[in-house]
């Protein structure tokens, strides 16, 4: 009993994210069709809501090819590495308030870790191998320079990211992702405490999980797709869940640290059951989450992608001191007004 | 044109961008609500007007083709698709074609035969969906080539039109 309520968990987490991320490809193409007036796929099953199943199920059936030269292992490893480390993440991620559930009280979350921001920090960090590892095993000059990109990127933009958080820490003086989401009662969210810090945890949520204003590692029109031109079938796959997966993850993060989580003015106010609250703040949580995937796509068919220096000037010398500034700014805040 | 303004010229707000990139998100916000110009094209066809060229087609009035077989649209057909065999007939026009093919895997859907043809015989119908699966399907015998006059209606009014 004691081990089947989290294997349950992770169950269902898993479950959800495969869902999740199949849907999001579709929902991409259906967004991204629509913004260019086009109508986007339709063909399979009602409104084309079978294309995504097809498609995966089309990578399952493709011969996996692996170029003569690549480094054989680390070939194989790096999706691997990618899709662990962008599944991990989400066991610290709670989804909603505890619930009750037959008579007994669930957190819904994987493991309440005390660490959880560190732990995701760590494991954002680590996710880059993937793309470093993929873009020098598979040798390929495309892939190199995408992987090397990947990594300069990911390093110049954690920095700004890890300072923007930690005035969300000075403010919540926890690092448990409960704690910060139990703070931002009411209309104290963090991005109206700390609009700057806000703005550029999201610019570096963009940068770090790749997405257009910043995918230089993948680029497709210079770098033929980057670093994964050289993977097919179902590493391929691999590559492009864990994309997604940290799509969802960075929205899952900017709601819960900068969007006040589950909390919406007015509803904790309006006299609610007991029973209902929990289930309606979910749904307040995934409408959010959901919100923001949108603006993920909605932001790379709307931008163009940033010049390989123009991103490292943004990273140094705008994002960085920007969230020194809201850190500044914060700690000041703290410290006269003691939110 | 507007003038083309440098990166020095902008002021603060205009170097930072956010103002540009709420307008272009707004505008890809606009567009996502709009009338699609996608056709749907098996279930909505493509209505062609009379000068669209599709696969050339024979003229058949009452029940005979027009063609005398002259043998001109052979002739200037530059990519040799069409091949012509002449023989006697009692009728008025004396001559008419035996064999009549043309090869649509070399057509190029110029229109020369057309605009040659001294009697109006072969014209350019809208049909273009040409599936075929063989080599030999691919040459279009008179049993695929003649089209009723009726049909064919508004391409003769406008290659009158501009002749």
């Keep these: 009993m004691v ?36 109508v986007g796929p339709n063909r399979v099953g009602p409104y084309g809501l079978l294309q995504s199943p097809a498609d995966v199920l089309k990578l399952f059936f493709k011969e996996d090819i692996v170029p003569l030269a690549a480094t054989k292992f680390v070939h194989s490893l790096a999706p691997v590495i ?4 962008a599944m991990s993440t989400y066991a610290v991620i709670p989804f909603g308030p505890d619930i009750n559930l037959f008579g007994q009280k669930v957190k819904l979350i994987v493991a309440d870790v005390d660490v959880g921001i560190l732990f995701i920090l760590a494991f954002a960090s680590i996710g880059v191998y993937g793309i ?71 610019v570096a949520a963009f940068a770090e999980t790749n997405r257009l204003p910043f995918d230089l590692p993948e680029a497709e029109p210079e770098l033929v797709g980057g670093y994964h ?25 900017i709601v819960a640290l900068y969007l006040g989580g589950w909390h919406l003015p007015f509803v904790e106010t309006a006299s609610l059951s007991e029973g209902w609250l929990p289930l309606i703040s979910v749904g307040i949580y995934l409408a959010k989450v959901c919100f923001l995937l949108f603006v993920f796509i909605w932001v790379r068919w709307s931008i163009p992608r940033f010049r390989y220096d123009q991103l490292m000037n943004l990273g140094w010398k705008v994002m960085l001191p920007l969230s020194l500034v809201n850190l500044a700014w914060v700690s000041l805040l703290v410290y006269f007004f003691k939110i | 044109m507007a003038v083309k303004k440098r990166k020095k010229d902008l002021n603060f707000f205009e170097r930072i961008y956010i103002v540009e990139i709420l307008k272009g998100m707004m505008l890809t916000l606009k567009h996502l609500f709009k009338p699609k110009f996608t056709r749907q094209y098996p279930e909505e066809k493509y209505v062609q007007p009379p000068s669209y060229r599709g696969r050339p087609v024979l003229v058949m009035d009452n029940g005979k083709e027009r063609c005398v077989a002259c043998g001109l649209c052979s002739r200037v057909c530059p990519a040799l698709a069409i091949q012509v065999q002449a023989a006697e007939t009692e009728d008025e026009k004396e001559r008419y074609p035996e064999l009549f093919e043309i090869n649509m895997l070399r057509c190029i859907f110029c229109g020369f035969c057309e605009e040659v043809c001294p009697e109006e015989a072969i014209v350019m119908s809208k049909d273009y969906e040409l599936v075929f699966t063989k080599y030999e399907d691919a040459i279009f015998g008179k049993d695929k080539l003649l089209v009723p006059v009726e049909q064919l209606k508004d391409r003769l009014e406008f290659i009158r039109a501009h002749r």
């Design chain 1, 3 to 38: 081990i089947l309520i989290p294997l349950t968990k992770i169950a269902i987490a898993i479950g959800v994210l495969l869902f999740v991320v199949t849907y999001l490809v579709y929902f991409e193409r259906k967004i991204s069709a629509w913004i260019q007036d086009r």
């Design chain 1, 82 to 85: 990618s899709l662990t480390i």
């Design chain 1, 132 to 202: 470093t590892l993929s873009g020098w095993a598979s040798n390929n000059k495309y892939s190199l320079l995408g992987g090397l990109r990947s990594s300069a990127q990911m390093i110049s933009y954690e920095l700004s990211m890890g300072i923007s958080i930690v005035g969300v820490l000075i403010v919540s003086e926890s690092l448990r992702i409960y704690d910060i989401i139990n703070h931002q009662q009411g209309w104290m969210w963090n991005a109206f405490i700390q609009p700057i810090g806000f703005i550029t945890f999201v």
């Design chain 1, 229 to 253: 031109t050289e993977y097919s079938s179902l590493k391929f796959a691999m590559f492009f869940l864990a994309e997604y997966a940290n799509m969802i993850i960075a929205s899952l993060l």
